[in-house]
């Protein structure tokens, strides 16, 4: 039987994170992935020579430690990108961060009072029990802001009403954002809100190269990759991780560690406990769920269709939900620079109508949506694909706080077992709290006594002006 001092599940930047720590210790681990993939929803597909960012990263962290870490491991290839970006309602196109006049003179004055009525209204008479993310923005923000600019969009990416949506979801997106101060800030032009930067750290060829290049340090270090390496089984003696069993094709195989990380779903890594899970832990297991996507990319005979980085779509007239111009993060992303390629997004559950629909039919609908919206200029189409991404989001729904507390608490009873990441922990983290979580993770194989569960909890909004000046 196989044996590594540490397994680690899932080649994201949580679990490339630890692995990195670990072999930069002179421990040699075995990262097993399920997917032929690096990076997980951070990596970077290729196709035709043209690169997708599935999901759209930006490079921006408050922690040293992580920006020193990206610096060496990618150096003169990270590069800096001024943001662009707007949202789409009404047939037109509002600048985001929000610019005073530019609301004004396309919201009309008429609407524009409204909605700073709404908002005194709101101020006047608060929601006093909040819970759902639909109370928490109108109370931030009023009622009519909100029905504009987040309903919609909100209700396409997670395809449940805003009013089932926890609030802790807005406060952790979007805290640090007010109308007084959005429209302070837009007459200044000073002070521009936490949650909002002006430009971000990005890798020439996409976000997976940065953790293409985590997982070759990894392997040259000594350390193992074995992609389509699936964890069907965690296996257990009393108190401690004893082994997994792994699909690698058609075959089953047992790997025996010392210690084993995990960044695979929550719900996921409880269900696979082998002896299982007491039944009330495993039923909390079975409530989380998941949010998918999948992006269409295309590629387009036209060179600079839009300036934008990425275009948030607030209506249902379409489907798309964001579309992103790859060339504007990166002219590399974009071997021919006559073309313009793009990546449209549509949130769905996995195996639900959109997600089971056939590429040529979304390639179509994509670009049908596309001129529908005016982007597509004059433009034609080349060519087109399609990337699935499953368990791209955690859904805070419900009572998804106990469930997490549930699984938690059983979990902790293992003295050398981990779960780390996003999907590890249920929480909608970036890239740079997973990448922390796996480093700490790797620490506490060490000896450290890290509660990885701090990670992100209590922290400022992620995307402050502070922290991208940090990253500079």
């Known amino acids: 039987m196989d044996h590594s001092p540490v397994i680690i599940a899932g080649a994201g930047p949580a679990g490339l994170g630890a692995a990195y720590e670990l072999m930069s210790k ?3 681990p075995l990262v097993l992935e399920k997917t032929r993939h690096i990076g997980g929803i951070a990596r970077t597909e290729v196709y035709h020579g043209y690169r997708f960012d599935i999901g759209g990263h930006r490079f921006f962290t408050k922690v040293n430690r992580v920006f020193q870490l990206w610096q060496e491991i990618l150096g003169d290839n990270l590069i800096t990108v001024p943001r662009r970006s707007h949202i789409y309602y009404q047939g037109k196109y509002f600048h985001y961060p929000m610019e005073i ?61 805003c009013s089932q949506i926890a609030a802790e979801w807005a406060a952790q997106r979007i805290r640090g954002l007010s109308l ?9 032009g000073k002070n521009r809100p936490k949650t909002l930067i002006k430009e971000f750290t990005y890798p020439v060829h996409g976000p997976g190269m940065m953790w293409e290049a985590f997982c070759q340090q990894v392997v040259a270090g000594g350390g193992e990759f074995k992609p389509e390496s699936h964890v069907v089984e965690v296996r257990h003696r009393g108190t401690r991780f004893h082994s997994v ?23 996921e890594l409880i269900l696979s406990m082998n002896p299982p899970a007491p039944a009330h832990v495993a039923e909390a297991a079975r409530q989380l769920q998941h949010r998918a996507f999948l992006m269409v990319g295309l590629i387009l005979n036209q060179p600079e269709l839009f300036p934008d980085n990425w275009i948030y779509i607030n209506s249902g007239e379409v489907q798309v939900g964001r579309i992103q111009n790859f060339g504007n993060w990166s002219r590399a992303m974009v071997p021919d620079p006559a073309t313009t390629s793009l990546g449209l997004e549509y949130f769905c559950n996995e195996d639900d109508e959109t997600w089971r629909k056939p590429d040529r039919e979304l390639v179509q609908q994509a670009w049908s949506e596309l001129q529908k919206l005016g982007l597509a200029g004059k433009s034609k189409l080349i060519d087109g694909t399609v990337f699935r991404q499953s368990k791209a989001y955690p859904v805070y729904k419900g009572d998804y706080r106990n469930q997490i507390h549930t699984a938690q608490e059983y979990l902790a009873t293992f003295e050398n077992l981990q779960s780390i990441g996003r999907n590890g922990m249920h929480r909608y983290n970036n890239m740079d709290h997973s ?16 509660d990885c569960w701090e990670v992100n909890r209590q922290q400022d909004y992620h995307e402050s002006l502070e922290s991208s000046e940090k990253g500079k």
């Open 26 to 28: 002179g421990i040699r």
């Open 101 to 161: 006049l530019d609301a004004l003179i396309k919201l009309g004055v008429g609407e524009s009072l409204l909605v700073m009525a709404s908002y005194l209204k709101a101020k006047a008479f608060p929601i006093p029990d909040v819970h759902s993310f639909d109370q928490w923005v109108t109370n931030h923000f009023g009622r009519r802001l909100y029905e504009i600019f987040f309903k919609d969009y909100t209700e396409k990416v997670w395809g449940i009403p």
């Open 180 to 188: 007084p101060v959005a429209i302070k800030n837009a007459i200044t």
């Open 245 to 267: 069993l792994v699909r690698q094709g058609e075959n089953l195989v047992e790997i025996q560690g010392d210690s084993f990380i995990s960044s695979m779903p929550l719900g």
């Open 435 to 450: 990448l922390l979580s796996g480093l700490l993770a790797a620490e506490n194989v060490m000896g450290a006594r890290h």
